[in-house]
């Protein structure tokens, strides 16, 4: 588990209130993203922030204590989007085959997610980096298998609910290690590949 003290060097350090303050953090989330974007990871320095953000180095630290709480917040960003799209995909389903079609819909809607905004790519290397920030992306698996079982409960007899939550648990990680690879492909590879893999998803993902 994440102690306190580890947790604080990736978070937030104050809200901004004023429009000031507001600004200049957009200002340091898209020039974040800008680098990540066109650098990489390796790119992405505080210093080189404030400077893409055009404000002074200090003004950065009294918002995020060092670049890994940068990450999280632009991981952030990026789970209410992956939260947003399954709740709105999910919902209504009444029957597995409903279940089922649903999670071929939601897998491409994942791959136009990653080929509409490759920082993506950059912020998903980012955390598997940093034990903290892995940690994180871990529970929010678990908030989304939470929820889609919220949902779909009814759909897995209770006997069933715990393996259930482990069949999610490697699906959510199969199907972003192929998102994330189909990502760099050619369109007709990627179409073919993202296929190949709905195909599967949708055999397997009642499969306990």
């Not at 901004?16 to 320095?45: F, W």
């Not at 209504?92 to 994942?110: H, I, N, Q, S």
Request: hydrophobic share 45%; glycine share 4%.
């Amino acid at each position: 588990m994440i102690d306190h003290n580890e947790k604080s060097r990736i978070r937030l350090r104050k809200k901004p209130q004023q429009e000031r303050s507001i600004q200049r953090l957009e200002a340091i989330m898209a020039a974040s993203i800008r680098l990540l974007t066109e650098k990489g990871i390796s790119g992405l320095t505080m210093s080189e922030i404030a400077v893409q953000a055009g404000i002074p180095i200090g003004s950065l630290y009294q918002f995020f204590p060092e670049k890994a709480a940068i990450i999280r917040a632009l991981h952030d960003n990026f789970s209410k989007s992956i939260s947003d799209t399954t709740t709105t995909v999910f919902r209504g389903v009444k029957t597995r085959e409903e279940a089922c079609d649903r999670a071929v819909v939601a897998l491409a809607k994942f791959h136009e997610m990653f080929t509409r905004e490759p920082v993506y790519l950059s912020m998903w290397s980012a955390t598997l980096a940093d034990p903290d920030l892995k940690q994180l992306v871990a529970s929010n698996h678990d908030v989304l298998i939470t929820a889609f079982l919220a949902d779909l409960g009814d759909l897995v007899p209770a006997e069933d609910q715990e393996r259930m939550r482990a069949s999610l648990k490697l699906q959510i990680l199969s199907s972003g290690e192929v998102i994330r690879f189909i990502a760099g492909l050619p369109e007709e590879q990627a179409q073919l590949h993202l296929g190949q893999w709905q195909k599967f998803v949708k055999a397997t993902l009642f499969a306990v």
